[in-house]
């Protein structure tokens, strides 16, 4: 066993070795290889990518025409809080055998504990929604609950405060059930990523046929391909808000990710090291 251990041990130092960043460039282009300037620098450049771009109303409204809605019914259902049910859910449909985020609880806790966590949980959700409890300190306040009413006390002594725990992505995995109950009624059919229904080989699949027309016929067409440089790290939290007021969802759903996305902010790891705080969106 000794021998084993050490054996797999000294893998882990050699594959942590191949990542170690040894240099950073500046904005300027100066080397840096000051571990506290490298740190620095790795803040800086996320600190600029998460910081907002202008957008112009003009062209969002220009967008947000006549775009399909979701229907009323869905819209009434969409509406209603946040069940334990949903949640329970949520987590049951979470894959396992991941590593922990920093306050080092994973799925499989939540499992076996979910008898104490769930109602705790939906309580603190609730109260985020009125903004009694920030959404980044539910963890703390479950655990709060929890020590309070004598259960687990033993986590007082190890379970660190988490900007990214695993209650906040147990909340964020029910409101995207949720969504997704209705994106394909929302999105356009040639959207096939992540969409629920769609599949992203259905694109794959029209230009290869397109091609082949093209050989058979003498179509003549062009191909356009575009990607969006760190897209989903750039977008405007207010303009993801305002197209889904445009697809119809009304405001109790929206305010579901206006409660995820109050007061975010990520560390960034380098060298088994974390960076400030750094706010995004």
Not at 5 to 11: D, I, Q
Not at 68 to 81: A, F, K
Not at 224 to 233: G, I, N
Not at 268 to 279: A, D, G, Q
């Amino acid at each position: 066993m000794d021998r084993g251990s050490c054996f797999f041990y000294a893998l882990e130092k050699m594959r942590g070795a191949k990542k170690h960043v040894t240099c950073l460039l500046a904005e300027d282009g100066a080397p840096l290889t000051d571990p506290v300037e490298i740190c620095g620098r790795a803040r800086d450049f996320y600190t600029s990518l998460f910081s907002l771009d202008p957008t112009d109303s003009g062209a969002c409204g220009v967008l947000w025409e006549e775009l399909p809605t979701v229907s009323v019914g869905d819209r009434d259902r969409l509406e209603l809080p946040l069940t334990l049910a949903e949640f329970s859910e949520a987590l049951c449909r979470m894959p396992t055998n991941k590593s922990p985020g920093m306050d080092g609880l994973t799925v499989e806790f939540y499992r076996v504990f979910w008898d104490v966590l769930g109602p705790d949980l939906a309580t603190v959700w609730a109260e985020s929604l009125q903004g009694v409890v920030l959404p980044l300190s539910c963890r703390r306040a479950v655990l709060a609950l929890l020590l309070k009413k004598g259960d687990l006390r033993d986590l007082r002594n190890w379970c660190p405060v988490s900007l990214l725990s695993m209650d906040y992505k147990i909340v964020a995995k029910a409101i995207l059930l949720r969504l997704g109950s209705v994106m394909a009624d929302v999105i356009h059919p040639y959207q096939t990523y992540t969409v629920p229904g769609h599949s992203i080989f259905d694109n794959l699949f029209l230009v290869r046929d397109l091609l082949e027309l093209r050989r058979i016929v003498g179509l003549s067409f062009a191909l356009l391909s575009l990607d969006q440089e760190k897209v989903f790290d750039r977008v405007d939290h207010g303009y993801l808000l305002g197209t889904l007021q445009a697809f119809g969802f009304r405001p109790q759903f929206v305010s579901f990710l206006q409660v995820l996305y109050a007061s975010a902010e990520c560390l960034v790891r380098l060298n088994w090291t974390l960076t400030e705080l750094v706010s995004f969106g």
